[in-house]
């Protein structure tokens, strides 16, 4: 990243302004660690024509055309490497904070847009509604890789109401319901009734009871695509 910067003329300064960051994260042994995922998103948002490839590689991707403004250095030793092709996507976040004007404000192109927008790293082009929840509480937490935990940033993509009538995806994606009284609930679905409309949301946390309820009080239902988690110590 600093050969990119000292190839391309850009200040270290100017670099933490693009990208929204803080110097302390290059510093002392940050300095030597490894770009965490929300980083590298700040990085291809703030420069689009940088090769994704050889900023996580160090290696040039073979369809990469904008050479003239990268270094020809090529660091990495390993010969195996894989082609990558990530997509960085720009969207709404509704945090914890926000989840009670959501409620009241889905529907408003407006509120939408004045939303904060998170990036998000996907390694291929989606089609589709989207927008991000930050999950709040505990219930989805059962301490496994499949779990949720408060603070966890999660990509949704809107179920359209015409797909309702049709069995849910159920054992492919977890859920974000927004019911019209509850809230918006984050959960596993292991029962759908297509004839009643019914389905059933189950908690990954053992102290939470499974609960059933009809789709006619749900106002959106979102299938969960990706996931972004702070660094932290459980």
């Not at 300064?13 to 990208?19: E, G, N, S, V």
């Not at 490894?34 to 590298?40: K, Q």
Request: proline share 3%; charged share 30%.
């Amino acid at each position: 990243m600093i050969e990119f910067l000292d190839n391309q003329g850009i200040s270290k300064a100017q670099f933490f302004r693009d990208t929204k960051s803080s110097p302390s994260n290059f510093k002392g042994k940050g300095l030597y660690s490894e770009l965490g995922a929300d980083m590298i998103a700040k990085i291809l948002a703030a420069y689009p024509d940088i090769d994704v490839q050889w900023l996580l590689t160090g290696k040039k991707s073979n369809t990469h055309q904008n050479t003239a403004n990268e270094p020809t250095a090529e660091y990495g030793k390993n010969e195996a490497v894989a082609p990558i092709s990530h997509r960085v996507m720009e969207v709404p976040l509704v945090n914890q904070y926000a989840h009670a004007g959501y409620m009241k404000g889905f529907a408003d192109q407006y509120f939408i847009e004045e939303l904060p927008k998170v990036p998000f790293i996907v390694d291929k082009e989606y089609k589709g509604e989207y927008i991000c929840f930050e999950v709040k509480g505990d219930s989805m937490d059962n301490g496994q890789d499949d779990g949720y935990i408060e603070g966890d940033v999660i990509l949704c993509r809107n179920v359209k109401q015409e797909y309702w009538k049709s069995k849910l995806h159920i054992n492919k994606w977890d859920f974000v319901i927004v019911h019209k009284t509850d809230g918006i609930l984050v959960k596993r679905i292991t029962k759908h009734n297509v004839d009643t409309g019914d389905i059933t949301l189950h908690s990954l946390n053992d102290y939470y009871d499974d609960i059933t309820v009809n789709l006619m009080d749900i106002d959106r239902i979102f299938n969960i695509i990706e996931l972004q988690r702070k660094r932290m110590r459980r």
